[in-house]
């Protein structure tokens, strides 16, 4: 996680460093765009099904997260550097900062290959079934960094709960179809330890 910090740092360093006078004007721009538009009263209170369950919508929330995070590193870091702290130190203070903002970058990518799977997926009917996998899966995120998305106004009480209810609505959905997606790992019976794995 440590590595994918670095790795993610050094490419907003080289973003930055590559960009003229004007494309960083834009750069911040947009971000503030995006940001205003992401926590615009209706946008945060908005709990309706199709909303909720929309990928485009969970895309915009992940990276939004990551970039926030990315940011707030960056600024961490230079601030610690700019007081004359050697590098390493640096890093160790921020390192659960950096660890959160490396998982995130891994949550946005994850969700990208799940969003394209499912877009290129052949068959209808388990398409349907991925389809609400993944949302089951940004949900599931969403909720597990609920904190992060209150604390920053991307969601309200209300929509905090939906998703709760939408999280727990695909897991009911999902639950007939479970020994069909795990089956699909093709985990070969000697690899499955526990008693309960075996018919």
């Known amino acids: ?13 080289n973003e930055f460093n590559s960009m003229n006078l004007f494309n960083m004007v834009n750069f911040f721009a947009g971000k503030a765009f995006d940001a205003l538009a992401d926590k615009n009263p209706i946008a945060v209170r908005k709990t309706g099904k199709k909303h909720l369950r929309d990928s485009d919508w969970h895309l915009d929330m992940f990276k939004d997260r990551e970039s926030s995070l990315v940011m707030s590193a960056a600024r961490r870091l230079k601030h610690r550097l700019d007081q004359g702290m050697n590098s390493y130190d640096a890093f160790i203070e921020v390192q659960t900062h950096l660890v959160t903002m490396a998982e995130a970058y891994i949550d946005r990518v994850v969700l990208e290959y799940f969003i394209e799977a499912v877009k290129n997926y052949p068959e209808a009917a388990g398409k349907k079934v991925l389809k609400k996998l993944c949302a089951l899966y940004a949900l599931n995120i969403l909720e597990k960094n609920m904190l992060f998305y209150m604390t920053h106004d991307y969601l309200s009480d209300a929509k905090a709960n939906a998703i709760r209810y939408q999280v727990e609505r695909l897991c009911l959905r999902l639950r007939k179809h479970a020994v069909a997606l795990v089956d699909a790992f093709g985990i070969p019976d000697e690899m499955l330890a526990a008693p309960i794995a075996i018919n």
């Open 1 to 13: 996680m440590q590595l994918v910090a670095k790795s993610r740092l050094s490419d907003f360093k």
